[in-house]
């Protein structure tokens, strides 16, 4: 009988999975947005969103387990006093994929991965009055 694969494996140990999985969730909440292999976005995608609706609980246990997780600090009180709060209103879907193409040098399909409620980045424009 077939089964669904649960979990996607990425070729990695479940140590060596959990361990790459944090410090994506980590670089994702420091930088905003991170470029990566779309298997690795699709992956990261469903922890990251775990660790938003901890830090939307808040209490002690909620930061406990997030700490326990990502191993960072910083990347937890950055999760819990700023993504958090941004996503408070949202009831899911706080991250957006979008594939890029395939890599250069080996052809994988790449993607970037980013908050939805992140402030966008507006560019200032020169505005010539004649």
Not at 15 to 43: P, Q, V, W, Y
Not at 114 to 126: C, F, I, L, R, T
Request: contains cysteine.
């Amino acid at each position: 009988m077939r089964k669904r694969r649960k979990t996607v494996k990425l070729q990695r140990d479940a140590a060596h999975r959990r361990s790459l999985l944090s410090n994506l969730t980590c670089s994702l909440i420091e930088h905003g947005k991170i470029r990566t292999t779309l298997a690795k976005a699709k992956a990261l995608r469903p922890v990251a969103e775990k660790m938003v609706t901890l830090g939307k609980r808040g209490d002690l246990h909620a930061r406990r387990q997030a700490v326990a997780f990502l191993q960072q600090k910083d990347a937890v009180k950055a999760l819990f006093e700023e993504i958090a709060p941004a996503a408070a209103d949202r009831q899911g879907g706080y991250c957006r994929i979008i594939k890029l193409g395939a890599r250069q040098s080996d052809s994988a399909p790449m993607a970037l991965i980013e908050w939805v409620d992140a402030p966008a980045e507006v560019e200032e424009v020169e505005v010539v009055e004649a």
